[in-house]
């Protein structure tokens, strides 16, 4: 069964420093999407980026960056220059075949 | 802009009365829908809408229904509220399954009393 794990329940970066939040997953297909998605306290679940399983360049987006190891079956985010507005919780997702399958969340609080 | 919109934003009923949650887009998609996201949890797929065609999670409660009376709409009915279903509801839509990218709306969080 496809399982998604976040190991990390909470994570602490100062303003303007770079953090990875670890996104382990676990799936015997072949094609499949992984996501990772913000939820600021006010409930509302944010796209940050996409990778599809067959794409061979990680993907990056503005200060999104996804950490994409197939072998391992790892897909890590990495916000740079981490800022305030970054503290929610990150939600790293599966989608096989019609659902999205979420992790745990782990929580990142951005200090000055 | 285009988006997913949730109505309303918080609401509130009492144990056992019937309530209804609504659920827009303006993206014109083929798909939407509905997840519950208790506190501290991950959100968890009640059902979803391929244009018309219905499609219920094995473990969803029957007392969980949803209507979509066209592209734009979709709504969640809870027909007997009880204390265990006090969570975030949340709507989202894709351009397809599979692969498409789900965009969701801002949540309406639901009190039981």
């Known amino acids: 069964a496809q399982k998604i794990t976040q190991t990390q329940p909470g994570m602490f970066v100062q303003e303007k420093e770079a953090v990875t939040l670890d996104c382990t997953y676990d799936?015997?297909?072949?094609?499949?999407?992984l996501f990772w998605y913000k939820q600021p306290s006010s409930g509302e679940m944010i796209f940050l980026i996409y990778?599809?399983?067959?794409?061979?360049q990680n993907a990056t987006e503005g200060r999104y960056s996804l950490n994409f190891q197939k072998a391992r079956k790892s897909a890590n985010l990495v916000i740079s220059a981490s800022q305030l507005g970054d503290s929610a919780m990150y939600f790293c997702a599966m989608i096989r075949p019609d659902k999205l399958i979420f992790g745990t969340g782990t929580r990142l609080q951005v200090f000055p | 802009d285009a988006m997913v919109i949730q109505n309303p934003r918080y609401q509130v009923t009492q144990f056992g009365k019937p309530v209804t949650l609504s659920c827009s887009q303006t993206?014109?998609?083929?798909?939407m829908y509905w997840y519950q996201q208790k506190s501290s949890q991950a959100p968890k797929l009640l059902f979803h809408?391929?244009?018309?065609?219905?499609?219920n999670e094995a473990d969803t409660p029957d007392n969980f229904q949803s209507r979509r009376p066209n592209t734009s709409f979709c709504f969640l009915d809870i027909r007997s509220p009880g204390l265990g279903d006090a969570a975030m509801y949340l709507c989202a839509t894709s351009r397809g399954l599979y692969t498409d990218t789900q965009y969701f709306g801002p949540g309406t969080r639901l009190t039981v009393l």
């Open positions: 809408y391929y244009d018309k065609d219905f499609n």
């Open positions: 990778q599809g399983s067959y794409d061979e």
């Open positions: 993206l014109n998609h083929n798909v």
């Open positions: 799936t015997s297909d072949q094609s499949y999407g």
